[in-house]
C-alpha cells in the first residue's frame, strides 16, 4: 500500500498532464546487446539535469509546515533482480521514470524489460557490471537519472559509492555515507552501540587492538581461546552469511579463519574479521526503522528471522512470536537509539541476537544501513511502502508519519524461494527455468520477482528465484495462508526449495513459534523425511498423459497435419500402427530423484508401469498400475480430460469414485537412458516430483548409457569456479579428506573423498569454470571393481 502522501502524488498525477507523459518514448529494441553504456530502451528526447520532479507533492500541511519538496524526475535502479522491480514498481506508479542497468547475462531480464531505459554495464561478474561504479555514474550523466536507488546488495552498503555520486551530484537513495562506514564496521558500530547504551555481544573487536598482528591467525586464535568456543567469525565489513563462519573447537579455528578470509575479500574487498561468543541456542530478531534529514526516527516494529540456513535467511515474519510487549518496546527504544547515534537517514534495519530461552538477554548484532529483503513484511503489517518512503526522505521531505501512527496490524510471512538443493546442503542450482507457476496473488498474497518461465539462473549471481509474501489477522491465519500459497506455486528445471518450506511451516515446533537459528539442525529428521512416491492414481495420470498424446500425433498423422506442440516430444515409447483403435500402451516409469537424494551405494533403479487398453467409445480407457513398491491397482473406464498448456498439460480424471487433478510438465531428460522426464504436481495429494519415462529396451540399447559415471571420482556438484586443489595424483586419502574447494554464488564449498583410496588423476585447476557434474579429482579404481 502506498503512503497517504503517496497516494495523494499518484491521485494528482492522474489529474494532471504531466510533461513526460506528453514526450514520445522509442521502443525499439537492438537485435544484438549494445555496446557497455549505451541503451537498450530511451526516451526519444532527454532533459539531462532535471532540477524538478514531474509531479509537486500536493500534501496538506499546517500553517507553520513547510511545502512538501517533489520527487524526483528519473531514478537508476543500480541492481537486478526482484529488487530492481519491486523498486521500479513504485516509483513508476508515482511518475518517476526507471533508468535499469544490467551486465550481458541479464540482457533479456524481467527488471530490463520493465524499465523505461536499460544500458549495458559489461560482463556478467559482478566485478565488470554491477559494481562498476564509474560506469553507474556516467550512465547517470547519460540519461539524466538524479537519483540512484541501490536495492540491496551490491552497492547498497558501499560509502564510498555514496561519496562518489554526492561529488557528481547525484542523490543516494540510502543513508549517508558516514553513517554506512560507522554501521558497516562490525568493531565501529559495536563501539558506538556501547556508547550509545546498547548492549552488545561479548567478542574481540579490531578497534581494541593496536598491534599490527591482530589480523594474524595466531593472534585471533588467542582471541579466540580466550573468548571460549563456539566462536563466532565474522567478517568486519560483512552481510549476508558471507565471511561468517562457526567454529566449534580450537583446532579448526585456523582453517575457518582462512576462508572466512577469503569469502570476506572476494564479497566485500576487506579481509578482517572479528570474534563474538556464539550462542548456541539464539534468536535473530530486527527491527524496521526510518530516518529523515529533519531529525525524525520512526521504528515499524520487528521481524523474527530465525530459522537459517549457512547463515542467512530462508523465511521471516512479522512480528516475532512470543515477545512479550515490554521487551519489543525496550528493542524499539534501542533501535531508535542506534539510529541516532550515527544521523541516520532512510531505511534501515537494527539487528539484535537474543538467547531464545531468555528472550529478555538480548544483544546489538548489526545494522544493515538499505533496505531490506524481508521488508514486505514490514509493509504488509503497517500498510506502508517503504520504497515510497525512501523516495521521499531522499527527496527532502519529512517521514509521512509519526511514530504515534504506525499501527501494527495482523501477522505476515516471507518466504525466500531459492534455487538450490536443500538435502544437498542447500547447495546453490542453477539452470533454464522451464516451468514458473507462482500461486495467485490477492490482497493476502503477494509476490516479488525478477523471474519468469524462460529466464536462467546464474551462476554468476544470488540463486534467489523470488519471494513469497503473505498476510493474515494473526499468525495463524497467516500461516495457513502461506500454506496453500507454497501448495500451488509451480517451478521446473533448478531444483528449489519449496518442498522445504512446506515441510517447514506444517513443522509443529513451527506453527508453535519455537523459533532459533539452529532450528533446521534441531529438527532435520522432521524437515528432511523421505520424499513421497506417487501414488497409484497419479501414475496413472502421467500413463494416461503419454496416451493421449500419441493418440494426438497418431490422429494428426492420419489427417495429414502437424501435430500440437504439446505432442512434440515422443521418445517415451512408440504406438502400433497409426490406429487409436489398435492402440495398446504399457509405459515404463523410474522414479526421478534428485542426485543429492540417492544413496551412497547405488542400488537398482525400480520401475513402475502403466497399462491401458485401447480407448473406448466414449474416450475412457481401462487402466491397470503396479507402483514402485510392486502393488497393483485397477481403474476401469477412466475417462479423462485434457487442457494442453505450453510446457505440458493439466489433466482432470475420474479414478473410481474420485476426480484426479494433475498439472504435468514435460521436458527431455539428461538421463541418457530415459527418454523424457514428467514432473508432475498433484495438490490434492500434496505430491510433487518427477518420473522419467523409460524408453524402450532397444532404443536404450542404441543410446548407450554413460557408463563412465565415475563411481571412483569427486564431481562438481554445480556449476562453479575452483578455488583451491588439496591433493595430488599419487596421494593416499581417507574418507572425508579434503580434495577441492569451489566457488558458487559467492559461497565456498569444500568437496571431499568420498572413500578411502588413492588419487589417480587431478583434472581441476585453480580458477577454472567447471560445469556441474565434471570430473575434478579420480581415484584409482580399486581391484575387482568393472571397468567404465
Not at 541418457?672 to 505430491?687: D, H, I, P, S
Request: net charge negative.
Amino acid at each position: 500500500m502506498l503512503s497517504k502522501r503517496a497516494q495523494h502524488r499518484l491521485h494528482a498525477r492522474l489529474l494532471t498532464t504531466s510533461r513526460a507523459a506528453a514526450r514520445p518514448v522509442a521502443l525499439e529494441r537492438a537485435s544484438a546487446a549494445p555496446p557497455a553504456g549505451a541503451p537498450l530502451r530511451a526516451t526519444a528526447s532527454r532533459t539531462q539535469q532535471r532540477s524538478l520532479a514531474t509531479v509537486a507533492s500536493s500534501v496538506p500541511h499546517t500553517l507553520n509546515s513547510a511545502p512538501a519538496k517533489p520527487l524526483f524526475d528519473k531514478i537508476l535502479i543500480a541492481n537486478r533482480g526482484e529488487i530492481a522491480c519491486r523498486v521500479m514498481r513504485t516509483a513508476q506508479a508515482l511518475g518517476i521514470k526507471c533508468v535499469a542497468v544490467f551486465s550481458e547475462a541479464d540482457a533479456n531480464s524481467m527488471h530490463v524489460k520493465m524499465a523505461d531505459e536499460a544500458y549495458l554495464l559489461g560482463p556478467a561478474p559482478s566485478s565488470e557490471s554491477y559494481l562498476r561504479t564509474d560506469k553507474i555514474i556516467e550512465i547517470c550523466r547519460l540519461s539524466g537519472a538524479q537519483a540512484v536507488h541501490p536495492g540491496y546488495g551490491f552497492l547498497s552498503e558501499n560509502a564510498g559509492f555514496a561519496e562518489q555520486l554526492h561529488k557528481n551530484g547525484i542523490v543516494f537513495i540510502g543513508p549517508p555515507a558516514s553513517a554506512i562506514v560507522s554501521m558497516g564496521s562490525k568493531s565501529e558500530s559495536k563501539d558506538i552501540m556501547l556508547r550509545a547504551g546498547v548492549p552488545c555481544v561479548p567478542g574481540w573487536h579490531p578497534s581494541s587492538s593496536a598491534s599490527p598482528d591482530s589480523q594474524k591467525p595466531d593472534f585471533l586464535q588467542t582471541e579466540a581461546d580466550k573468548i571460549g568456543y563456539p566462536v563466532l567469525i565474522k567478517a568486519v565489513s560483512g552481510g549476508g552469511g558471507k565471511g561468517m563462519k562457526i567454529v566449534e573447537k580450537a583446532e579448526d579455528f585456523k582453517g575457518q579463519l582462512e576462508s572466512a578470509k577469503r569469502e570476506a575479500m572476494k564479497g566485500f574487498g576487506d579481509d578482517r574479521v572479528l570474534l563474538e561468543k556464539y550462542l548456541s541456542t539464539p534468536r535473530h530478531v530486527e527491527v524496521q526503522i526510518f530516518s529523515d534529514t529533519h531529525g525524525n526516527h520512526v521504528s515499524l516494529f520487528e521481524r523474527d528471522c530465525s530459522v537459517q540456513r549457512r547463515h542467512q535467511k530462508i523465511i521471516e515474519e512479522a512480528p516475532a512470536p512470543g515477545l512479550e510487549e515490554p521487551l519489543r518496546e525496550k528493542l524499539f527504544d534501542m533501535a531508535r537509539k542506534a539510529a541516532e547515534a550515527v544521523n541516520y537517514t532512510g531505511a534501515g534495519t537494527v539487528e539484535f541476537i537474543m538467547d531464545a530461552n531468555d528472550p529478555n538477554q538480548f544483544f546489538f548484532m548489526e545494522m544493515n544501513t538499505r533496505l531490506q529483503v524481508e521488508h514486505p513484511i514490514s509493509e504488509a503489517i503497517t500498510g506502508v511502502d517503504l520504497v515510497s518512503w525512501q523516495l521521499e526522505v531522499a527527496a527532502g521531505n519529512p517521514i509521512p508519519l509519526k511514530q504515534s501512527e504506525i499501527k501494527c496490524n495482523g501477522h505476515a510471512f516471507e518466504c525466500r524461494i531459492y534455487a538450490e538443493d536443500p538435502r544437498n546442503n542447500f547447495l546453490p542450482d542453477t539452470g533454464l527455468l522451464r516451468h514458473v507457476r507462482p500461486p495467485a496473488v490477492s490482497k493476502h498474497v503477494r509476490m516479488e520477482t525478477g523471474f519468469g518461465t524462460g529466464d536462467e539462473i546464474s551462476v554468476f549471481y544470488d540463486p534467489m528465484i523470488a519471494k513469497l509474501i503473505v498476510h493474515g489477522s494473526s499468525r495463524t491465519e497467516a500461516l495457513r495462508i502461506l500454506r496453500k500459497a507454497l501448495a500451488e506455486y509451480q517451478i521446473v528445471g533448478p531444483q528449489t526449495n519449496i518442498e522445504f518450506l512446506k515441510r517447514l511451516t506444517e513443522n509443529e515446533a513451527f506453527i508453535a513459534g519455537e523459533v532459533e537459528t539452529g532450528f533446521i539442525a534441531k529438527h532435520h529428521d522432521n524437515l528432511f523425511a523421505p520424499d513421497n512416491e506417487p501414488s497409484s492414481a497419479t501414475l496413472a495420470q502421467a500413463g494416461i498423459f503419454v496416451a493421449l498424446r500419441e493418440l494426438e500425433a497418431a490422429k494428426a498423422a492420419a489427417a495429414g497435419s502437424p501435430p500440437s506442440p504439446w505432442t512434440s516430444t515422443s521418445l517415451g515409447g512408440f504406438r502400433v500402427g497409426g490406429n487409436p483403435k489398435a492402440f495398446q500402451r504399457t509405459v515404463d516409469f523410474t522414479h526421478s530423484a534428485p542426485s543429492s537424494s540417492a544413496p551412497a551405494v547405488a542400488e537398482e533403479s525400480r520401475t513402475a508401469t502403466v497399462s491401458l487398453s485401447a480407448p473406448s467409445s466414449s474416450g475412457s480407457f481401462d487402466v491397470t498400475v503396479t507402483d514402485f513398491s510392486g502393488s497393483s491397482t485397477e481403474f476401469p473406464l477412466s475417462h479423462p480430460s485434457i487442457q494442453p498448456t505450453s510446457a505440458g498439460a493439466t489433466l482432470s480424471t475420474l479414478l473410481g469414485e474420485q476426480l484426479s487433478l494433475v498439472d504435468i510438465v514435460a521436458h527431455s531428460s539428461s538421463n541418457a537412458v530415459e527418454g523424457e522426464k514428467l514432473n508432475l504436481f498433484n495438490t490434492g495429494e500434496k505430491f510433487v516430483g518427477a518420473v522419467e519415462v523409460k524408453k524402450p529396451a532397444w532404443m536404450a540399447l542404441v543410446g548407450g548409457g554413460d557408463k563412465a559415471a565415475a563411481a571412483g571420482s569427486a564431481r562438481a556438484p554445480m556449476p562453479s569456479r575452483i578455488v583451491q586443489v588439496f591433493v595430488e595424483a599419487g596421494q593416499t586419502v581417507t574418507a572425508g579428506t579434503p580434495l577441492v574447494m569451489v566457488e558458487a554464488m559467492k559461497t565456498e564449498h569444500v568437496l571431499r573423498a568420498p572413500r578411502d583410496g588413492v588419487v589417480d588423476r587431478v583434472i581441476a585447476t585453480v580458477g577454472e569454470l567447471v560445469p556441474e557434474g565434471k570430473v575434478l579429482v579420480k581415484f584409482v579404481e580399486e581391484e575387482g571393481a568393472s571397468s567404465a
